[in-house]
């Protein structure tokens, strides 16, 4: 009586039963996927997150002075000199590609002195950021009102102080969401230093591809890796410009 | 105290001051009134070289300040300057405002110059605004703040640049009774206003300037009962009611 009852549930069972067997073969597919590429892409991890870190650093540090550079106010030739040299570094970081601009530093430049992948990769990627850097920190400083800087003067600090304790400060709070995209189109171009032989997560990825045959897989896995770091980055810069913003707040 | 000899300033080819003579002494309060474009705001701000003059030579207590081998930074901290835009920092509280440029000259401790600048704002009355940021406070209360920061340096001398000109007509009250008070301290002063009744009741002198030109110069009564220059007649017979 039971089982004529229940026998609405066939199909259903019929449907279920090979679903759960692909489950169990997907699901160990995964499984042996991520042992494989755990390890490789952890190391891979790890220069990725050096890579960006400090190419950041350098970026904002070397693009904040350019753009210092460019704003402070001087005469003559002395002006045409950095002008020109400005100029020309921003224009060489951002008119060409940052593949040639690794190649050509490794290859050409610094690899044959002894300097390792990731050193120049690091140095690569700091220059090329700090030429963008220093555009959105150059116009950053001039949407400080003026007068901010004539009542930092008129109290007797200097003009290097007063760009650095009231202008500066100004400034990258207007531009937080400009150095926050260049963080993150930073850590996506990490992904290029496989040309120089840096194992980066791109570069643990394709290891792995090549080792088993299986691109999708690997190559997925890796887009997500890429996705969860740049969410982490977007939330802490998200969070760190709500606290500038303090004094907005009436 | 200040001393202005043949002080000539030209952008380009517009000249704003031309040529002009005067000395400020010690303990005076000297109003300039003018009409827009008189070259009026540019001789205040040339007097701390916040716009470098063409020629001349400006001297402040025996020191020839433009002249090249003179450090403007040292010479700026004994003149305080008010802005009609009030300029305060806003990213930093009303209290950092006060105390950043003390401390970070080394002229005073953290210590010293929060307690200063808490004697200060108690003075004006906003003790209680110490940490708020500058957005929060009203167009009088920053001017006001704005006054207390340039007093924090201690300077021997305050030049105000139309500081009630940004303001709503309620709020100009309570800026001129701050310069008022200070008046009566003995501060030097030299201000720049449209404040007929504060010139009348505050200055010992009263100077009006047209074309880059200081074309009269005379005490507060004469200047508005008995003006002698055409041009200030004229100037007069508009402004006041």
Not at chain 1, 17 to 37: A, E, G, Q, S, T
Not at chain 2, 188 to 200: D, L, N, P, R
Not at chain 2, 211 to 239: M, T
Request: aromatic share 10%; charged share 20%.
């Amino acid at each position: 009586m039971n089982l004529i009852a229940l026998g609405w549930l066939n199909p259903l069972v019929k449907f279920i039963v090979p679903f759960i067997n692909r489950l169990d073969i997907f699901f160990k597919y995964n499984v042996r996927l991520i042992k494989n590429l755990y390890k490789p892409m952890l190391q891979g991890l790890q220069n990725t997150l050096i890579i960006s870190f400090f190419a950041l650093i350098i970026g904002v540090v070397l693009g904040t002075i350019l753009a210092v550079i460019k704003v402070i106010p001087k005469k003559g030739i002395l002006k045409k000199i950095f002008d020109f040299v400005v100029n020309i570094y921003i224009s060489f970081f951002r008119g060409t590609p940052v593949v040639v601009q690794l190649l050509l530093f490794y290859f050409g430049v610094l690899g044959p002195r002894g300097y390792s992948p990731l050193y120049v990769a690091i140095m690569v990627l700091g220059l090329n950021s700090s030429a963008y850097v220093a555009e959105s920190v150059r116009s950053g400083i001039l949407a400080v009102d003026h007068g901010q800087m004539e009542a930092g003067r008129s109290l007797g600090l200097t003009y290097g102080s007063t760009m650095w304790h009231i202008i500066l400060p100004q400034a990258i709070k207007n531009i937080l969401p400009a150095l926050g995209n260049e963080l993150i189109a930073l850590i996506k171009e990490t992904a290029v230093v496989g040309f120089i032989a840096v194992f980066d997560l791109t570069r643990a990825a394709r290891a792995v591809v090549s080792d088993t045959y299986d691109a999708f897989g690997p190559y997925l896995y890796l887009a997500l890796v890429y996705l969860v770091i740049v969410l982490i980055a977007t939330f802490f810069v998200t969070k760190l410009e709500r606290r500038l913003r303090q004094s907005d707040k009436r | 105290m200040i001393s202005v000899k043949g002080l000539v300033k030209s952008f380009g080819d517009h000249v704003v001051l031309q040529g002009i003579d005067y000395t400020i002494n010690k303990g005076e309060k000297i109003v300039i009134v003018g009409p827009s474009g008189s070259g009026k705001s540019t001789f205040l701000r040339c007097l701390n070289l916040l716009e470098k003059p063409t020629a001349g030579e400006i001297w402040f207590e025996d020191q020839l300040i433009t002249d090249k081998k003179c450090n403007i930074n040292v010479v700026r901290r004994k003149m305080g300057m008010v802005f009609q835009q009030f300029n305060l920092f806003p990213h930093l509280t009303v209290l950092q405002n006060i105390t950043l440029s003390p401390v970070k000259l080394g002229l005073m401790s953290k210590e010293e110059a929060k307690e200063n600048a808490m004697r200060l704002l108690a003075r004006i009355g906003l003790t209680e605004k110490a940490n708020t940021y500058p957005i929060q406070l009203s167009g009088g209360q920053k001017q006001r703040i704005a006054i207390v920061r340039a007093l924090a340096m201690n300077p021997d001398v305050m030049l105000f640049d139309e500081p009630t000109s940004a303001l709503d007509p309620e709020m100009v009250g309570e800026v001129l009774a701050v310069m008022k008070e200070l008046a009566d301290e003995g501060m030097t002063m030299v201000v720049v206003t449209h404040e007929m009744g504060f010139a009348k009741e505050v200055a010992t002198k009263v100077l009006f300037m047209d074309e880059g030109k200081i074309l009269e110069e005379s005490s507060p009564a004469e200047f508005y009962s008995d003006p002698k220059h055409p041009r200030l007649k004229e100037f007069l017979s508009k402004v006041l009611v």
